[in-house]
């Protein structure tokens, strides 16, 4: 029997500017994490592959939707970007650009996204988080965290 965890997240910022401290630290405490998955995976460059989905049910690939607490996806590549794909089936979609070396965060399953530039109205629920390569294959690191 597994028993849920606490994980810890701790993002430290550090900088020294003209001699002036800028750096900093934000620490969140995720608690009663109970499924996680930690992989490094080789994302090509000749289409698109799912990472993970989100769901009303665990599955391989697959997270409950309600209990996503922690996504963090990095682009291990020094040259290239990955490009990630945030999406509710049939209906929105986001798109960012990691550089080489950058790092991406969500901590719930939920996006809203338009391209009108209408006011927010409310958020859709994520159902699947892909990626693609841009001129070459790169390999990136995605971490999970639910409760």
């Known amino acids: 029997t597994v028993t849920a965890a606490t994980a810890t997240v701790q993002i430290v910022e550090s900088l020294t500017l003209a001699n002036v401290d800028r750096g900093g630290s934000h620490t969140r405490t995720i608690s009663n994490v109970a499924e996680t998955d930690r992989r490094v995976e080789t ?30 996806i990095t682009n291990l590549d020094d040259t ?25 965060m969500l901590s719930s399953g939920d996006i809203s996204a338009n391209s009108s530039g209408s006011a927010f109205s409310s958020f859709d629920d994520i159902d699947v988080i892909s990626a693609q390569a841009d001129t070459s294959d790169v390999d990136i690191e995605f971490v999970v965290f639910a409760v």
Do not use: C, E, M
């Not at 698109?48 to 599955?59: E, H, K, M, V, Y």
């Not at 990955?82 to 991406?104: W, Y």
């Open 43 to 72: 994302v090509p460059s000749s289409g698109q592959i799912d990472l993970i989905a989100l769901s009303t049910a665990n599955g391989q690939g697959k997270f409950i939707r309600a209990n996503l607490n922690y996504f963090r």
């Open 80 to 104: 290239n970007y990955v490009r990630v794909r945030v999406s509710k089936t049939s209906h929105d979609t986001f798109d960012l650009k990691i550089p080489a070396g950058a790092t991406f």
